[in-house]
């Protein structure tokens, strides 16, 4: 079982920047793979980025490609999203996901736990 706590989300002008932290429970970190989702409201949840095992492999939504990096730390149980020159279409929830799987995958039915999720929202 492991527990996803996200952190990091807030209210930000567009063009600005915010890093997204998820926090996971367990000793077996660095046996998931880990993505990252977004809800806007009234739309369905859509991927954003996913990072495999060793972090040496990344998937971006075209979306955010160039702007958004995924990275993890095994050491530290934790993995992240830096957000870059963000725009409005960038608000929503923002939910930290893990794959019971070293390989990565842009599928949320990939995914096997969720956390809370954390709200982004950005101001033109």
């Known amino acids: 079982q492991v527990q996803l706590v996200e952190s990091g989300g807030g209210l930000v002008q567009a063009g600005g920047s915010l890093r997204l932290s998820c926090a996971a429970s367990?000793?077996?970190?660095?046996?998931?793979?880990m993505g990252w989702f977004r809800q806007a409201p009234g739309k369905e949840r859509e991927f954003v980025a996913a990072?495999?095992?060793?972090?040496?492999?990344?998937y971006y939504a075209d979306s955010v490609k160039g702007r958004f990096t995924i990275s993890r730390d095994n050491a530290k149980n934790s993995a992240y999203l830096q957000m870059n020159s963000l725009k409005s279409e960038d608000t929503a929830v923002y939910y930290c996901?893990?794959?019971?799987?070293?390989?990565?995958?842009?599928?949320?039915?990939?995914?096997?736990?969720w956390g809370q999720g954390t709200q982004v929202t950005v101001s033109s």
């Open positions: 996901a893990a794959r019971r799987s070293r390989l990565a995958t842009m599928s949320s039915r990939g995914h096997d736990y």
């Open positions: 367990g000793r077996t970190f660095s046996s998931y793979a």
């Open positions: 990072i495999n095992w060793s972090g040496a492999g990344t």
